[in-house]
């Protein structure tokens, strides 16, 4: 199966996917599209802007994930004792749903934070996150628990969520925040019972394409 993987930073979601897949990852910042391309040699790593890809490329995959950057519609712009500076929210994400929903023939996972405002179009929440599907997600998905801390050691957020995503960071020498980059991942677990659940539906569908041409033979 073509598997397109966007905003795909150190592949989080992917982690679990294997390599019988053809996939394709489109990461904007150049340390990161190096790293993920040292932890996963098979995929093919473009530098560049993903929203824009998916417009040029969409047609050429069978399933499509994509991660668009969330900082814009995070609850966490309202957290401590005052909000953070103001700002538009990102319109990236609702022009990818709107756009795969009316144009894409596969299917497709956009995936972002519960925002601080009512979602303006519909998701399915699991966990953390909200997933924009044209499937339906199971109830519940492989969600694992992460405590900072754990276990009684005394771990720095860092790198507790670098032992959680089993990544390493150390040799990020980008501009963005390493913790950040290590909190905005997506659990693995979630990331492989998504795909399969695509994955099935696919299969499924086209079993009953083959029997329909059967029947009209």
């Not at 996963?40 to 473009?46: K, M, S, T």
């Not at 309202?78 to 609702?94: N, R, V």
Request: proline content about 5%.
């Amino acid at each position: 199966m073509k598997i397109l993987n966007l905003y795909a930073c150190l592949g989080g979601n992917r982690y679990k996917w294997g390599d019988e897949h053809e996939i394709t990852a489109v990461e904007l910042d150049p340390e990161l599209a190096r790293l993920y391309s040292e932890r996963f040699p098979n995929d093919n790593v473009i530098v560049g802007d993903a929203h824009q890809y998916l417009l040029d490329h969409y047609k050429e995959f069978d399933f499509i994930w994509s991660s668009p950057p969330c900082p814009s519609h995070s609850r966490s712009r309202f957290w401590g004792h005052g909000q953070t500076k103001p700002i538009y929210p990102g319109m990236e994400l609702y022009q990818e749903i709107l756009f795969l929903q009316h144009h894409y023939e596969g299917k497709y996972v956009v995936e972002n934070v519960i925002p601080y405002y009512d979602p303006l179009i519909k998701a399915q929440k699991r966990g953390r996150h909200l997933y924009w599907t044209n499937f339906k997600l199971p109830l519940i998905i492989n969600c694992r628990d992460i405590k900072i801390g754990r276990g009684g050691k005394l771990l720095s957020e860092f790198q507790t969520l670098c032992e959680f995503h089993m990544i390493d960071l150390n040799d990020y020498k980008g501009d963005q925040n390493k913790t950040k980059i290590a909190r905005n991942l997506v659990d693995f677990e979630s990331g492989l019972d998504i795909l399969e659940t695509a994955m099935g539906i696919i299969k499924k569908e086209d079993v009953n394409q083959l029997a329909i041409a059967f029947d009209d033979q």
